[in-house]
């Protein structure tokens, strides 16, 4: 089945640095991969998402990469803010519905 | 307004006891899930149903079960047997016909003394 690894376990950056969170996937059919964050003690929300035919996609200061030979993604926050800490999962997604998310990262973002 | 609804949000509860954990949807997604999340282990799958009475285990499916008689709810139990229940535990829930985000609940925590 599917297998997503994600680093850096922990991120510390300084406000107004660039974060970068990378996953890997092992299932070539994987065709969705979103990005959640879960801020402490609340639910996971999406932030992002990108589909295997798009390399790009950007949101404001938050954008997504993927590389679909090297079978890698990444998620891009440019000018942290404080309130960009939060753990933040990856996902890959093989079949229609069955999403595999990362391990997550938590990331620090100091003032 | 339209949401996934978890109950209750903490609870405790002595080693052996079953314990059922609530999942209400108004979203009418025909797709709900279980998930497992632990520090540093990210969210790993339980149980999930695409379709009322019908459901599948996930990865770590051993100590709990799971019915769908209803399209709106997807109750899971903790039972004696799972080992280690202490968790946090989020439900979610995915259109078919929908973008393919996945919305989850508030999320329950149970605490086993």
């Known amino acids: 089945g599917e297998n997503v690894e994600q680093h850096p376990s922990t991120l510390s950056v300084q406000e107004g640095d660039s974060a970068v969170i990378k996953c890997t996937y092992s299932?070539?059919?994987?065709?969705?991969f979103p990005w959640y964050k879960q801020e402490l003690g609340k639910r996971p929300q999406l932030i992002i998402d990108i589909r295997s035919n798009v390399g790009e996609k950007k949101d404001q200061r938050i954008a997504v990469t993927l590389n679909k030979t090297a079978k890698h993604f990444s998620l891009h926050i440019t000018e942290t803010q404080p309130e960009d800490s939060a753990v933040y999962f990856c996902?890959?997604?093989?079949?229609?519905?069955?999403?595999?998310f990362g391990t997550g990262t938590r990331l620090l973002v100091s003032p | 307004d339209g949401g996934i609804t978890q109950s209750p949000k903490y609870l405790f509860r002595k080693e052996g006891q079953n314990v059922t954990l609530s999942c209400e949807q108004n979203?009418?997604?025909?797709?709900m899930y279980w998930y497992r999340q632990d520090p540093g282990q990210g969210l790993r799958l339980i149980y999930y149903s695409q379709i009322v009475n019908d459901f599948q285990k996930g990865d770590i499916a051993e100590g709990y079960s799971v019915s769908r008689e209803k399209k709106e709810s997807f109750p899971l139990t903790v039972t004696s047997a799972q080992k280690n229940p202490t968790a946090f535990y989020l439900c979610?829930?995915?259109?078919?016909?929908?973008?393919?985000?996945?919305?989850f609940g508030e999320g329950s925590r149970l605490t086993v003394l």
């Open positions: 299932d070539s059919a994987s065709n969705y």
């Open positions: 979610a829930s995915i259109s078919e016909y929908g973008t393919g985000e996945l919305f």
């Open positions: 979203l009418n997604h025909d797709a």
């Open positions: 996902a890959a997604r093989p079949g229609f519905q069955k999403l595999v």
